[in-house]
């Protein structure tokens, strides 16, 4: 049991620390752009966008370890309480993988769409570009968050509770 929490967690951290990584990705292109090309709303997007990344999954990132030792900890001093617990959050989070895949396919294809049919100012145009490259990775990482939290409850459905 340790060594499937201790893998789903080591690859939920990754999870973050990825996200992490496209969003300071996001910010130095967009800040190339910038530099090179002067102001464009496309690279204000991706600074603006890659910023809010950057902010909300570094942190994550850093603070994880704490939510390791906790898991670990209560592993330890109730395991069966432990496995049903998350069993029912695995199934939550399976659920919500799925859903925010849907919002993000159809947030994508309706900027997608709206690109091409409307004749929008730039700085709409460039900043709803920069959201759906960002959507696409989202989905990426959505993608496999599901994969392994799968993965972490098949491990954990196969314990004895």
Not at 34 to 61: K, T
Not at 103 to 131: R, T
Request: with cysteine; aromatic share 16%.
């Amino acid at each position: 049991m340790f060594h499937a929490l201790h893998q789903f967690l080591k690859t939920e951290r990754a999870l973050y620390l990825y996200a992490g990584i496209i969003g300071l990705l996001s910010l130095s292109a967009g800040s190339i752009l910038y530099i090179f090309q002067g102001p464009q709303y496309f690279a204000l997007g991706l600074i603006f966008i890659g910023l809010l990344e950057v902010l909300v999954m570094f942190p994550s990132y850093f603070r994880y370890p704490i939510k390791i030792k906790q898991k670990q900890d209560l592993l330890q001093k109730e395991a069966a309480a432990f496995v049903k617990s998350e069993i029912n959050i695995s199934h939550q989070a399976i659920q919500t993988f799925v859903l925010l895949k849907r919002i993000y396919g159809s947030l994508f294809l309706v900027f997608s769409i709206s690109l091409l049919l409307f004749n929008m100012s730039s700085w709409l145009s460039g900043l709803l570009f920069a959201l759906c490259i960002h959507l696409a990775f989202a989905i990426g990482i959505d993608y496999f968050g599901e994969k392994f939290t799968k993965i972490y409850l098949s491990a954990l459905t196969k314990q004895p509770t």
